[in-house]
């Protein structure tokens, strides 16, 4: 009957950050239109992305480099964009800090301090961007304090703990934002004939085991002998299966439906790893404990690492809650 499918195509991202809060204080309605903005930027991005390959310009480099040192994709500076664009004349969130800008971005119209500030990885696996594979963007949420008044963002210096929100959105065969408020994990697919983002998946368990292990082994050399071992043991044991898109959202994506673990360890070179802390290895660690799974360093929990700089970096050893620990047995051992 037509009421159960009209009612399922309204539990819109707005309507379920409600249905999570069992509340319409404030507060509530605060998030609700975050989320509905975030939903914005994921669909002006989606639309790029399905036809940058037709647009001028869209593709390739800028030619500069982040202050990661990594060389700029233009659709990072485009969905970077995208999210400060959407914040605009919302009232919701006055400081956006991103892998793509030096500085936090202040929203000084009208947008008082002690909002919201968010934390994001506008592309996550650009290097996929120009070859039209899976890419991401992943977002954190928290309560902006403080009145920073030496621009260092001292405030966003802060656990993973203290998360208000976090999520992803994957850019792949359909648009996908998953998504936490603290009440587990729920995925919505964007209907395109609706422009709408549609729950699809409610209350997301990361199974206790699976037998997925996404690593770049090209590292392998790099890595700490600890590493190796585990690496030479799922080698040997019959089971497991290694995936590896270069895209951190859609590894994890597959992790927290079909379990596993995804690593990205320190090497000699760079024994903190690759992954910023604050809009990538935090915000997923919030998903993944929400689903029932963990995230570590490899020697504390990535929600208790706190980071010294914004664009802080901790290696990341991030899934099944069995697969995780395995992991840390095998450093434990070397330690
Ligand atoms: P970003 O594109 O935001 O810089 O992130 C890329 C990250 C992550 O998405 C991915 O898992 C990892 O870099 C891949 O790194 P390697 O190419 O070194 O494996
Ligand atoms: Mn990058
Ligand atoms: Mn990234
Ligand atoms: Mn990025």
Known sequence: DYEYALDHDCT?????????????????QDLSALMSRIALAG???ARRLSRAGLMEGALGFT??????GESVKKMDVYANEVFISVFKQSGLVCRL???????PYYIPENCPLGRYTLLYDPIDGSSNVDININVGSIFAVCQQEGEDLDGTASDLLQSGRKLLAAGYILYGPSTMLIYSIGKGVHAFTLDPSLGEFILSSENIRMPDHGPIYSANEGNFWQWDESIRDYIRYVHRHEGYTARYSGALVGDFHRI???????LYP??????????????????LAFLAEQAGGRASTGTQDILDAVPDKLHARTPLIIGSKEDVALV????????
Request: charge should be negative; avoid cysteine; hydrophobic fraction near 35%.
């Open 43 to 45: 669909k002006l991005i």
């Open 97 to 103: 800090a991103s892998e793509e800008m030096e500085k």
């Open 328 to 335: 840390e047995s095998f450093i434990h051992e070397r330690s």
């Open 63 to 68: 030619g500069s480099e982040n202050v990661q």
């Open 12 to 28: 819109t991202l707005s309507r379920h950050v409600f249905q999570q809060l069992q509340s319409f204080s404030a507060d509530a």
């Open 266 to 283: 320190g090497t000699v070179k760079k024994p903190e790893g690759k992954l910023r802390l604050l809009y990538e290895t935090a915000p």
């Open 256 to 262: 927290l439906f079909q379990g596993g673990v995804f």
